[in-house]
């Protein structure tokens, strides 16, 4: 059976958005426990794709700049790299020092930068940036997270209710199924089994289910099996499987023509705003939306109540 694509970029991407202060507390406790969640956080994706068009480095990259407040006050800048490739980068240590440097010159900001590496390399962990001549020497240390390591912490992310304890399991088993796809299936049932037997609810079950359903991808015949079997167990849990991804796709459906009326009405919809409508999977707050976008008398109106409906949630 041929190896499908996973989709590891698209997963953490949306898992960080979704879930940036679980993400920090899982695997830097001690920078979420110094960051001010009440003043909120912003994602500086615009900032951060300038300097990205402006860097000599073609590639593009999984990377996240996010602006936070310390608890004394203090605005801060977190530079977030997400490094899933299998094979080793030697150009990497010097793009995290590129991207910090040109984030500090460019907005006379602190900068954070933190490490995810996803390779199935053991060895390679860089931690540093450094150069130096004649008594001058320039150096940038950055903490990292080696998602290997995990394998030998397993029973801790099965004991973590976080969802980054899921996706991190995703993520590994992906990589060891690569060439058993019948493997990743049942892992996949596994994992998804997993989070209704710890309780979670189905709108988290949902949420996560993308996540994974982006990296254990099957093709066609085996996913077909998956479903079958989902259903099955969902049924003996007393929940069609059916069900839960019909509201899924209900909800992205009612999300696309919330942006469509807005974008029909009032020409310009801010990236920002179609990005809420996207973490939305409420169907019932979802059809109140569409039915206000509808009759809304300005953007910035439909702005207000999306804003205090996501406050809500």
């Known amino acids: 059976m041929n190896e499908v694509r996973a989709d590891y970029d698209g997963a953490w991407k949306e898992g960080v958005e979704q879930y940036f202060e679980a993400f920090l507390a899982f695997f830097f406790p001690e920078i979420q ?7 909120g956080y912003d994602f500086l994706d615009q900032e951060l794709q300038q300097l990205m068009r402006e860097s000599e480095i073609g590639k593009q990259f999984v990377d996240k ?5 310390l608890k004394d006050g203090k605005e801060t800048w977190l530079l977030i790299h997400l490094e899933i490739q299998s094979q080793v980068d030697t150009n ?5 020092f590129s991207y910090h440097y040109r984030i500090f010159d460019r907005y006379n900001q602190e900068v954070v930068s933190l490490a995810i590496l996803g390779d199935n390399q053991a060895n390679w962990r860089p931690q540093e940036y450094s150069y130096g001549r004649w008594g001058c020497r320039l150096s940038l240390q950055f903490p990292i997270v080696k998602l290997l390591d995990y394998e030998s912490r397993w029973s801790e992310l099965e004991q973590s209710d976080s969802p980054f304890a899921v996706l991190v399991m995703a993520h590994l088993r992906t990589q060891t199924t690569t060439q058993d796809l019948t493997g990743r299936l049942q892992w996949k049932l596994s994992l998804i089994k997993r989070m ?12 996560i289910f993308r996540l994974l359903d982006r990296l254990m991808t099957l093709p066609p015949e085996l996913d077909l099996n998956f ?3 989902l259903e099955r167990f969902e049924a003996e849990q007393k929940m069609t499987y059916m069900t839960s991804i019909e509201r899924i796709g209900i909800a992205e459906a009612t999300q696309k023509y919330i942006a469509q009326i807005l974008t029909i009405r009032f020409k310009d919809v801010s990236t920002e705003l179609v990005e809420k409508l996207n973490k939305l999977y409420d169907i019932e707050l979802l059809n109140q939306l569409l039915e206000k976008a509808v009759t809304t008398g300005s953007i910035s109106e439909f702005e207000q109540q999306l804003s205090q409906e996501d406050t809500n949630t």
């Open 33 to 39: 426990a110094e960051i001010d969640w009440e003043r």
């Open 92 to 96: 990497f240590p010097k793009r995290m």
């Open 196 to 207: 209704y037997e710890l309780g979670y609810s189905r709108d988290k079950i949902q949420q």
């Open 227 to 229: 479903k079958a079997e």
């Open 65 to 69: 700049l996010i602006k936070v407040w």
